[in-house]
């Protein structure tokens, strides 16, 4: 069975990290452009970063650059997005989706035409 499982998620107080975890079975990650999204209540789907199959280049939405990471571990068929640094606003579902290449617009849920997990919750609170 196709299918990509997030994990990592969980509850953190305002300046923790976490790294959450996006697993592929049934296929080779490391020949599909990965992207993290996230959705927070009663807002839509927004992409935060994505790493292409070539040459690994990886990109970030302004919102987040400096303080998220995202890695491949080809060994693992596992991509990962570090998060440092939290912030409420950081509070969301994250779901990791998979597209042959990098859309052209990558931070639009719609461009990712390949399988999608179904998250994992990160609450930020004191």
């Known amino acids: 069975q196709l299918q990509l499982v997030e994990s990592g998620g969980g509850f953190v107080q305002p300046g923790g990290s976490l790294r959450l975890s996006c697993t592929a079975s049934?296929?080779?990650?490391?020949?599909?452009?990965i992207g993290w999204f996230r959705q927070a209540p009663g807002k839509e789907r927004e992409g935060v970063s994505c790493i292409s199959t070539s040459d690994g280049s990886v990109y970030y939405v302004d919102s987040v650059k400096g303080r998220f990471t995202i890695s491949r571990n080809n060994a693992k068929n596992t991509v990962y997005l570090e998060i440092n640094s939290l912030k409420p606003e950081d509070t969301a579902v994250y779901y990791c989706?998979?597209?042959?290449?990098?859309?052209?617009?990558?931070?639009?849920?719609?461009?990712?035409?390949?399988?999608w997990g179904r998250g994992t919750q990160v609450v930020v609170s004191s």
């Open positions: 989706a998979a597209n042959e290449e990098v859309p052209v617009n990558p931070w639009l849920s719609w461009y990712w035409r390949g399988l």
């Open positions: 049934g296929f080779t990650l490391d020949y599909y452009a």
